[in-house]
């Protein structure tokens, strides 16, 4: 039974009654469980009750999901709506499919800005920004009654702090239930909360974790260290490093190991079943796996983090290698945190932990019900490690001693040591400070808010938590952003007032997720005028003005750097270039950037009338155009660039343009040949990692029914899997049309290696070399730029489930006598995943 099912015992309960009988229901759903409420929950769930505000400041596994849990069930019971928000989608999932086991799958739903999933649902777990924007759109009548936000110091957090404000600031009606291990002082914010709501806010705090933890510092290797542990019977081992590359690399370092038996690896097997293992590194984190060792990293896909959670909660995965997303709140269950560090890179230097990070990764160990304590280690570093064992090799000789040569940190090193550790597991949080920024996207929701703009920002502005002088500073950013919204045409001010009393308008209806969270989206909706439309490749530069705009996702530029200066280098070595010359000619060799200077002078020019965007930075790039030009799939670009460790950062970059060119290109820009790729772009995304909504789908009931649209594509096209890689038309036959030209292309560049690779699944495939050899001894090139993609160079005819095509060769005399002829079979493309052949050759007429 689920927590919603007791509802309906609740219907006839006098309203005088209701809360006794809400919390003794909760309390006999809690005792079936064997769960007993600590004395802090106990507090803090009977002052939800009682209507009030909760701050829950107790430590790191005392039970504050439970408190969620009740908070949830006691606005259930009254009919109300709550949400829950956590600071990543990461954890915002976990806590989704948790809830979905809590209260049913049909009472719960998700926001996260890529995903939406039934989102009329009483319950909602989203990230903190969706309910940060729908409080700026809705204000005060926001269908939000109640908001438990979890990991709250995010308060903190200079880029994202804002998102945990507003709602505070936005929605005087709704019961606020903030949760923390590490919030530090909070009475200013108690004040602020009652003032603002009316509730009375109770502090719950305690210092006391039902799990208390061991500290230690050691000097032993991290290897060793991790062998002890073991034979010591502490694992589960959370090993935290502070990069991605040193996560996977550890993990791969341990396999040496023999960490599980038989019998768990055969358990570990059951546990995985048919889950598909679709990419390069989820090969290899199978292996991994499979001998007992986790990885968890925000570079991951999400449905490889899930795995991994899902494993390390049946305790089969004895050491788990990751970063210091452990610290917020991931479901892990761990028995020591092992600290390989105690210095971290934040983006913009390299500094010693904060006593907030420490704390809440090291609270981590130690899980409720099975352990009496946890275990917390941290390695000193290397230069120490390395003086104690050459201590110890001189044993008590007083002559070997005085040789001894002691190392210490390199040059520029940031290094700790045991006294760091002290003070830190001593140390109290910092005191939480304002991070609060306007933006366009607060403003677009605001003037969209029913009433007077001017009243609501004047509220939002000056009834902040920041000083004076920032919130003066912050009213002439808003005047200008404000200005460039309206030269760029998307709001006008109104002569008189709407019915909703509204000061100004959107020229044009825009979603509620409308993409100008993207600072510079003015500047690119302004930069589409200079476009060409007659220009073969408007649809290319139209996408490479959006993905201007779009955060830089650093490690495919990085590679893609990395890629052109290895091959300029060789040009230049093939020239004869000496090295010293070669080196300072490829300093200015950098990842492509379509359009640079066109949209700099642009910028120079729109910042003239809108210096606001100087604060912002354009960056040209070509991701998504790359993929397209060459007509690669994700695996193609994950695998040219060697960005296995980052498939997540691909992924999350891919979104991000799939769904700022999907919400923010004007219709008369829309070309169909823009909208395909639009299609294709958003099914490549989902079938890379559709975990969320799939594992949501098996949680419902098998009767859920499909859409209207679903069900047409399954009676039209033979699909009986909505989700199916097939089942998407439009974006299929793009993804054939790509993998034709992808042959075309790595022809022309006579990769054979790669050829063989696209059709390694033919039992019997071309023979790539010949065909180059008879091509090229007839034709001195092959065209594979744009024109080559035309229609008449690429021939598709349906046959059922087997597509018949055939890509034309452009050859420069206009002959057009080769082409590659195949057949696609339907069926095995869902299987795999990707676009899958029955035949192919390559035909000369």
């Known amino acids: 039974m689920n927590l919603a099912d007791l509802l309906p015992d609740l219907a006839d309960v006098p309203e005088s009654l209701l809360d006794d009988a809400v919390y003794d229901s909760f309390l006999t759903w809690t005792r079936d469980r064997g769960i007993t409420l600590y004395p802090a929950q106990e507090e803090a769930s009977l002052a939800v009750l009682a209507g009030d505000n909760v701050i829950l400041a107790t430590p790191t596994g005392s039970g504050k999901s439970m ?134 806010t109770s502090l719950v705090a305690g210092t006391t974790r039902p799990v208390p933890l061991d500290f230690h510092y050691v000097f032993t290797p991290v290897h060793e260290t991790i062998e002890e542990l073991i034979q010591d019977g502490k694992a589960p081992i959370y090993v935290v490093h502070f990069s991605q590359r040193e996560a996977t690399e550890r993990a791969q ?73 452990l610290g917020v709140g991931i479901n892990v269950p761990i028995r020591t945190v092992l600290f390989t560090g105690l210095a971290k890179y934040d983006g913009t230097r390299q500094r010693v932990l904060k006593s907030r990070e420490f704390h809440q990764i090291a609270g981590r160990a130690g899980r409720a019900g099975y352990d009496t304590e946890g275990t917390v280690i941290v390695e000193a570093p290397e230069h120490e490690i390395e003086n104690v064992r050459l201590r110890r090799k001189a044993g008590d000789n007083p002559k070997k001693l005085k040789k001894i040569r002691k190392k210490s940190a390199r040059d520029g090193e940031v290094s700790w040591s045991e006294n760091t550790f002290l003070r830190l597991t001593e140390a109290e949080p910092e005191q939480m400070n304002s991070q609060f920024k306007v933006s366009n996207s607060m403003l677009i929701n605001v003037l969209e808010r029913h009433g007077d703009a001017y009243d609501h920002l004047r509220h939002l502005i000056r009834t902040n938590h920041d000083p004076r002088a920032k919130q003066n500073q912050d009213i002439l950013t808003l005047l200008a952003l404000l200005r460039g919204l309206v030269d760029a045409g998307l709001v006008k001010r109104r002569e008189a007032p709407d019915r909703y009393g509204r000061t100004y308008h959107l020229t044009r209806e825009l979603p509620r997720d409308f993409a100008l969270n993207q600072p510079l989206a003015p500047f690119a909706l302004a930069a589409l005028s200079l476009l060409d439309p007659e220009s ?147 099914e490549l995304i989902k079938q890379v990692d559709s975990s969320l909504i799939d594992e949501w789908t098996r949680m419902g009931s098998e009767d859920t029914p499909i859409s209207e649209e679903a069900l047409e594509r399954e009676l039209a096209f033979g699909v009986e899997d909505p989700s199916a890689l097939t089942a998407n038309r439009r974006a299929f036959t793009v993804m054939v049309r790509n993998f034709f030209f992808r042959l075309v292309d790595l022809f022309a560049l006579e990769k054979e290696d790669q050829l063989a690779a696209m059709v390694s699944h033919l039992e019997e495939a071309p023979d790539f070399p010949a065909a180059m050899d008879d091509y090229f001894d007839e034709y001195a090139d092959l065209d594979a730029g744009q024109a080559a993609r035309g229609a008449e160079f690429f021939r598709l005819t349906e046959n059922g489930r087997r597509w018949e095509v055939r890509q034309i060769l452009k050859d420069p005399e206009g002959d057009n006598s080769y082409a590659f002829v195949g057949t696609v079979d339907l069926d095995a493309s869902d299987a795999a995943g990707e676009v899958r052949l029955s035949e192919l050759r390559i035909e000369r007429q």
Request: one cysteine or more; hydrophobic letters at 40%.
């Open 67 to 200: 408190v969620a849990n009740a908070s949830h069930f006691i606005a259930m019971a009254r009919g109300q709506r709550s949400f829950y928000t956590a600071p990543i989608k990461a954890l915002v999932s976990e806590k989704f499919f948790a809830l979905c086991e809590i209260f049913g799958p049909e009472n719960v739903g998700m926001m996260t800005g890529d995903v939406t999933v039934n989102a009329k649902a009483p319950i909602i777990a989203a990230t903190a920004e969706i309910v940060a924007n729908i409080a700026l759109r809705d204000g005060a009548e926001a269908e939000i009654d109640q908001v438990v936000m979890d990991e709250f110091h995010y308060y903190s957090d200079p880029e994202r702090g804002w998102a945990w404000q507003v709602p505070l600031l936005e929605l005087p009606k709704t019961q606020f239930v903030l949760m923390s291990a590490t919030l530090g002082d909070t009475s200013a914010l108690q004040a602020d909360l009652t003032e603002r709501t009316g509730r009375d």
């Open 253 to 325: 370092a341990l396999t040496s190991l023999e960490l599980i038996t038989r019998e768990e690896k055969e358990r570990i097997a059951e546990e995985i079943g048919d889950f598909r293992f679709t990419s390069v590194y989820g090969r290899q984190l199978s292996k991994l796996v499979r001998r007992g060792i986790g990885v968890h990293h925000a570079g991951m896909l999400p449905k490889y983090r899930r795995l991994v959670e899902k494993l390390s909660q049946t305790g089969l995965l004895k050491v788990i290698c990751g970063t210091d997303t």
């Open 536 to 682: 073969d490749t408007f649809t290319l530069d139209v996408i490479s003005v959006f993905e201007a705009i779009l955060d830089d996702p650093r490690p495919i530029l990085r590679a893609q750097q990395h890629e052109a200066r290895g091959e300029e280098i060789a040009a230049l070595k093939a020239d004869g270039v000496d090295y010293t010359e070669r080196m300072a000619l490829v300093e200015d060799v950098t990842h492509p950037k379509p359009l640079e200077e066109l949209l700099d002078q642009a910028y120079e020019t729109f910042a003239q009338t809108q210096p606001w965007v100087k604060e912002f930075e354009l960056s040209p790039k070509s991701v998504v155009r790359e993929m397209i030009e060459k007509a690669m799939t994700f695996s193609d670009l994950v695998a040219l660039y060697s960005l296995s460790r980052s498939e997540g950062v691909v992924l999350r970059y891919l979104t991000d343009a799939w769904r700022t060119l999907r919400q923010s290109v004007p219709d008369e820009y829309m070309t169909e040949q823009l909208g395909d790729v639009i299609e294709w772009l958003g």
